[in-house]
């Protein structure tokens, strides 16, 4: 579940900000099992579901996902450019190259990628959509939610065209293995002496996201400080996790956060409109504190539903099992709400904390004892932009 930004051009269109892009490209993608409202999915082996999921992950083949996202991940950069300081062996070939002992360089561009494993094992791949039907139908009869999605399917790597996903009738779930990040910045170096001549060197790098369930929105803010919000039409369940729980718990989490984005969204209009931020960073403060309220309310509903989930479709699973697996959570910055949303759930019950997150989430806000929204200094992200050109 991620809230990204984007920031809309004159003319309408539309340039990438620090933390994203406001559309997405989908390729090599096929949809295998029917509309979402038709299926009521058989009965299942919840054994045999958990030995596919406590299985190695796969890490191949990837198969990219969209556009490529022009952008600088900080820590990545700060990897890459050690990296080429402390090479000695490229540093002397470009110096040879370009005949000079002295070097210049420069970022020229930075991109990232999103990559998709496929499942590829078809039992595999109909026992987990079976779950997360099931897991779904459950939790909007608990909680009386309309059901957000057009279609629960298998992303597919086998399609010769590319399908595009359109939201105008619901949301499709696609269900893959594993998900990585692909990295890459290209470099280029030049004499000091600037004699024209000038090698690139690119490098990428390839990191598996650990996220097992996506649902992304993407903030557009408009020349005269219009604020607005693009949603992705898909969201993203991964089959495989170092803690099975978790895969179990993706798309239950996620369906509801499917419910309450939009009042998130609304809520964080409402915080830039009365008090307009003047730097990027301090809109992005914004949109993480009001993504960690979500996150507790989302937690709070999740540990109430989980343990007869498990009872109902599964083995039984030991309530410390579900306590383990929430508590480490709470080493993440984005959790740190998660202990007063589950005690506001069980206080409230599933309904009126739905009800109360969606008509009035600054309420539900307070209640979690938070300050203002603004997070401390230690919590803030640094400028992503590289804009030194250091001699070697």
Not at 4 to 32: D, E, N
Not at 226 to 254: C, G, K, M
Not at 275 to 288: F, L, S
Not at 333 to 342: A, H, P, S, T
Request: charged residues 25%.
């Amino acid at each position: 579940m991620r809230l990204l930004l984007a920031i809309i051009a004159p003319f309408g269109s539309i340039r990438p900000a620090k933390l994203g892009v406001a559309t997405l490209l989908l390729s090599c993608l096929s949809i295998s099992g029917v509309a979402a409202e038709h299926q009521s999915g058989p009965r299942f082996d919840g054994n045999l579901l958990l030995t596919y999921i406590q299985a190695e992950s796969r890490r191949a083949p990837l198969i990219e996902f969209g556009q490529a996202e022009n952008r600088v991940d900080e820590a990545l950069s700060r990897e890459n450019r050690a990296f080429l300081g402390q090479n000695e062996t490229l540093l002397a070939r470009i110096r040879r190259q370009l005949e000079s002992e002295a070097l210049s360089w420069k970022l020229a561009e930075a991109s990232k990628r999103l990559m998709i494993v496929p499942e590829s094992r078809p039992a595999y791949a109909a026992l987990f959509e079976n779950y997360c039907q099931a897991a779904i139908d459950y939790v909007l009869d608990k909680t009386r939610l309309p059901n957000p999605y057009r279609t629960i399917a298998t992303f597919s790597a086998t399609a010769s065209t590319a399908a595009s996903l359109s939201g105008e009738n619901g949301i499709t779930a696609l269900l893959v293995h594993n998900i990585a990040d692909v990295y890459t910045e290209e470099y280029i170096f030049s004499a000091a002496a600037e004699t024209g001549t000038r090698i690139k060197i690119k490098l990428s790098n390839r990191s598996y996201t650990g996220e097992v369930g996506s649902y992304s929105s993407y903030l557009v803010i408009g020349e005269d400080q219009q604020y607005d919000f693009v949603r992705n039409p898909y969201t993203l369940w991964r089959n495989s996790a170092d803690d099975p729980l978790n895969v179990l718990i993706a798309p239950v989490e996620e369906t509801l956060h499917i419910a309450l984005r939009r009042a998130t969204e609304n809520a964080i209009k409402s915080s830039l409109a009365a008090q307009p931020p003047e730097t990027i960073p301090a809109v992005e403060q914004i949109i993480e504190e009001w993504l960690a309220v979500e996150e507790a309310a989302v937690g709070g509903l999740v540990r109430q539903l989980l343990p007869e989930i498990m009872e109902r479709f599964l083995t039984e699973w030991p309530a410390k099992d579900i306590e383990a697996t929430l508590s480490a959570r709470l080493e993440f910055d984005k959790y740190r709400y998660l202990n007063q949303g589950i005690r506001i759930v069980e206080d409230l019950g599933l309904e009126a904390a739905i009800d109360l997150y969606q008509k009035t989430p600054q309420a539900f806000k307070s209640m979690l004892g938070t300050s203002n929204g603004d997070r401390s200094a230690d919590h803030q992200q640094p400028d992503s932009a590289l804009t030194d050109e250091p001699t070697v």
